[in-house]
């Protein structure tokens, strides 16, 4: 594209020299061409006049030399005495002299007398009276057609010393008389002596040095004699002719001459000026193709630059371009290319800046650790590290006291002293509350010190003024690779345990698992439930209840078609905690249907038996906490005896989970608890597995627990 | 100019009823101009005699190149001599039918009388020098005169009646007839005048050599 514009520049600017000096050579040679033919019809018309003299001054010298021969005494006499013989030899030898082909002795009655061409007939008559009339005043001279052939006949009279005779000597008028004019004269080279044929047509009798046919020319090109100066082609020259008419006997044939301006030859001066011109023009053409490629790589160059500089900037490469050279319009356009670069890339970095720092800490913010953090476990995969996420409890009280200016200006002074404090960490402001301090390398211990050390250093009261703020902070740690292998896994547990921190008395916790209410498992389950329902791939796993008052494992039915009393529903408290009414609603229309409803997961929770008590609830299941220890734990022991009278007090069976001991299973047995569940009786079964342990195991009745 | 006012009245009757006759004749070039050197004769009707006189001898000088005169009157049985004044040669000749001859005079020399004894116009010329020329204008006719510079002939003492007037000049067109007039001449002086056609004067020089087309 840019050798293309280059081109075109070059080949606008050659095209517009040559079209330019095209139009000019036209114009010149069309002008040049205009005033040669007028400078042809000017010399013509001089020529013309010039002719005429020329002839007449000719004429006058050859009339003069005629006028001598008739002045020879022997010549006068003999006529004087009419002896013809030596009258004819002696014209004879004068017309040789003077070149005549013919010479003739009239009679001044008319008569001739003596003709050297032709016996004379007695009484003929010199054809041409007019010249013989004229010639006693002045030598007479005209161009006449004799016998089919032109002359020059020249007309004198012979004094002794009165006129007693005439001498008429006739001179042939063809190409060696006109070569003999040319000598004796300045006639122009391109002449032809033309005479009528006859029938108005012009045939030429004798033509000039040069030879160029005029008359057949202008006859060919439908002309008549070019009385006026006409433009004519011959043999693929151009001329402009001009006829001039001769002086003629009246009784003679007419004679013209037609003279011939070449103007090729007019324009062969022209030639040198043409061809210094060409060179001209194709010095000029040279020079101009090399000026127009300089200054359109001038043009161009920088341009191409500019181009490269925005593929760059299109790539995020705000790198200045070239500097402007020179202070053209393409200079001013590179640097103020460069200015906006320059601009834009600093626009850039404050946007970039602003995407991944807190405009109140100057801190990044919780996108760019996240990203730094899962930068560092990808270059480090495996190592330890530890995520400190620092909350400050008494903040929605500072701003809903203070306000929000303070509440950024006690952020600011905490994130100066977490910057000021980690060396070895990253510290980010996590979210509107909270700090996120990335420890690479950290273990659990390290992470637990560095927790207390921050404390230490948050714990310092804001000071502003009059007033001094506690923050209250606190700490949740998440650990890599224990606690999760993402940095948003690491951060979102944190977070967990800076709220289970919050909430507690220790300001420091450690992320558990099994505290977190919202661990991704469950949306996991849920979702898998879903599409192991579409897809029909659920499958039952049963784990048997033991009822303690028999040691007896319920009966298990057919697998297909078991009957509503014999199935027991299981609720979470939580399940039924977030939306109580139309929970209720729900879970009546099921115990109409006969269907029983446990309580799962119970103690730990936060149900209350007076909203227990609503619900159409005919079962309580303890949780596998409580079950877990009761071996060592007098605290759950009790708990769980309390609980166990307390449901039956209510009304409701109590089963206790998570039984994996013995001691346990006899504990629930002392104290009436109705049934058991866990390891210890059975894991949960397939059914293949379910109907093997009823085979080889006692028969009893059983309720159904779903697992799956 | 040098003219010599050469009248010639000459009485050519013995009886002549009245001598009071006067005619004037104006002779010009056809262009107003006064032609001199015109030879005008005059006849009158029913005259038939003879005039006898007696032979002269006239003679023409050649001095400076030229003839002196130009045109001279002679009569029948006159004699004329060329006398060459000049310091070159003349070569002097005639082939006019009326008298031929040919003289080479030396300087200072004369030829010897020639006897014109026929009626006729000589033409003479020097074949030396071809300006030179004068015409011998031998004539019996009863009355003759030669016209002046002004272009006038003088006729005095004409016996009454008509005359036939005829013109002759050098320069006249050879070959045409001489222009002819008739005029009663009575108590009152007559005036006739000529209107010649003529070609160039053969002496005057560069006429003959303008040629032209």
Redesign the interface.
């Known amino acids: 594209m840019a050798m293309s514009f280059r081109l075109r520049l070059a080949l606008l600017f050659v095209a517009t020299l040559v079209a330019v000096q095209i139009f000019t050579a036209l114009l010149v040679y069309g002008v040049a061409r205009r005033a040669l033919i007028a400078e042809g019809e000017r010399q013509l018309g001089v020529g013309a006049a010039a002719v005429a003299r020329q002839?007449?001054d000719i004429?006058?010298r050859v009339?003069?030399n005629v006028?001598v021969l008739a002045?020879d005494?022997a010549l006068?006499?003999a006529i004087?005495?009419r002896d013809q013989s030596t009258v004819l030899s002696a014209l004879r030898n004068h017309g040789r002299r003077i070149g005549a082909e013919r010479m003739l002795l009239v009679g001044?009655?008319g008569a001739i007398t003596s003709d050297t061409a032709t016996p004379v007939d007695n009484g003929e008559k010199f054809p041409f009276p007019d010249l013989a009339e004229?010639a006693?005043?002045?030598?007479?001279?005209?161009v006449v057609a004799m016998d089919g052939k032109a002359y020059w006949m020249?007309v004198?009279p012979v004094?002794?010393?009165?006129?007693?005779a005439l001498i008429a000597a006739g001179i042939p008028v063809d190409n060696p008389l006109l070569a003999r004019l040319q000598q004796l004269s300045s006639l122009p080279n391109t002449i032809e002596l033309v005479t009528d044929a006859g029938d108005g047509r012009w045939v030429d009798i004798a033509r000039g040095s040069d030879k160029v046919a005029l008359a057949s020319a202008l006859i060919a090109a439908g002309h008549s004699l070019p009385l006026q100066p006409t433009v004519v082609s011959v043999e693929g020259r151009e001329y402009v002719a001009l006829a001039t008419r001769l002086?003629e006997s009246q009784r003679s044939t007419p004679v013209a001459a037609i003279l011939g301006y070449s103007l090729d030859d007019a324009l062969r001066p022209y030639r040198s000026v043409a061809l210094a011109w060409l060179s001209l023009l194709a010095l000029g053409l040279g020079a101009g193709l090399i000026g127009a490629m300089l200054i359109a790589r001038s043009v161009a160059q920088p341009i191409e630059t500019l181009a490269a500089t925005v593929h760059r900037v299109e790539t995020g490469d705000y790198t200045s371009p070239s500097p402007a050279r020179g202070r053209g319009e393409i200079g001013q356009l590179t640097a103020a290319f460069a200015n906006m670069t320059h601009a834009i890339g600093e626009r850039e970095e404050r946007i970039r800046y602003q995407a991944t720092h807190d405009a109140v800490t100057g801190l990044p913010n919780r996108l760019a650790a996240e990203t730094a953090i899962q930068q560092a476990l990808e270059n480090t995969p495996g190592a330890a590290g530890a995520l400190l996420m620092v909350g400050l409890a008494r903040l929605p009280e500072i701003i809903q006291t203070l306000g929000h200016t303070i509440c950024d200006r006690v952020m600011r002074d905490a994130g100066g002293r977490l910057r000021q404090f980690a060396a070895r960490g990253s510290v980010a402001r996590a979210t509107d509350a909270q700090f996120s301090l990335w420890l690479e390398g950290a273990a659990k211990a390290d992470a637990i010190a560095v927790a207390f050390r921050i404390l230490d250093v948050l714990r310092e009261p804001y000071q502003e003024a009059d007033l001094s703020i506690d923050t209250a902070p606190a700490i949740g740690i998440a650990l890599h690779p224990q606690h999760g292998g993402e940095a948003s896994t690491l951060l979102r547990r944190a977070e967990v345990a800076l709220i289970a921190a919050l909430d507690s008395e220790d300001p420091v916790a450690v992320y558990d698992p099994a505290t977190d209410p919202h661990r991704p498992e469950r949306l996991t389950l849920m979702s898998d439930l879903r599409e192991a329902l579409d897809r029909n791939e659920l499958r039952l796993h049963y784990q048997p209840k033991l009822r303690l008052a028999d040691r007896r494992i319920a009966d298990l039915l057919s697998l297909h078609g078991v009957a509503p009393r014999n199935i027991v529903l299981e609720l979470t408290e939580s399940a039924v905690m977030d939306k109580p009414e139309m929970a209720i609603q729900v879970l009546k229309r099921l115990a109409d249907q006969g269907i029983d409803l446990a309580i799962d997961d119970f103690g730990v929770g936060q149900s209350s038996f007076a909203y227990l008590r609503r619900l159409p609830v005919r079962e309580i299941k303890i949780d596998r906490l409580f079950a877990q220890k009761l071996d060592e734990d007098v605290g759950d022991r009790t708990l769980v005896r309390s609980i166990v009278e307390l449901g039956h007090r209510l009304g409701y069976r109590v089963t206790a989970e998570g039984v994996e001991t013995r001691a346990a299973l006899e504990y629930l047995r002392d104290i009436g608890c109705d049934h058991a569940q866990g390891y210890y009786i059975a894991r949960p079964l397939a059914p293949e597995a379910v109907e093997n342990v009823f085979a080889s195991g006692g028969r009893g009745s059983a309720a159904a627990g779903k697992k799956a | 100019m040098r003219v010599r006012h050469f009248v010639v009245p000459v009485l050519v009757f013995a009886v002549a009823p009245a001598l009071a006759g006067e005619l004037i004749v104006r002779i010009d070039d056809g262009h107003g101009r006064p032609a001199a050197d015109a030879v005008v004769t005059a006849r009158r009707e029913g005259d038939t005699g003879q005039e006898q006189h007696a032979a002269m001898t006239r003679i023409i000088d050649q001095r400076e190149e030229t003839f002196v005169p130009y045109v001279e009157i002679f009569r029948p049985g006159d004699e004329v001599v060329f006398r060459n004044s000049d310091r070159t040669r003349h070569h002097v000749y005639s082939f006019s039918p009326a008298k031929t001859f040919e003289f080479v005079i030396a300087p200072g020399e004369s030829t010897a009388p020639v006897v014109l004894d026929r009626i006729g116009e000589i033409s003479v010329g020097c074949n030396i020098h071809d300006r030179m020329i004068t015409h011998l204008y031998v004539s019996d006719a009863p009355w003759i005169a030669r016209s002046a510079a002004d272009g006038s002939a003088m006729f005095d003492g004409l016996p009454a009646g008509t005359y036939r007037l005829q013109v002759w000049h050098p320069q006249l067109r050879p070959g045409r007839p001489e222009p002819v007039q008739s005029v009663v001449v009575a108590d009152a002086p007559a005036t006739v005048t000529f209107s010649l056609s003529l070609l160039p004067d053969p002496r005057r020089p560069g006429d003959r050599e303008r040629s032209s087309y």
């Open positions: 002839l007449d004429s006058e009339a003069d006028q002045l005494y006068r006499s004087a005495q001044l009655d004229a006693l005043e002045h030598a007479a001279a005209a020249i004198v004094y002794a010393p009165e006129p007693i002086r």
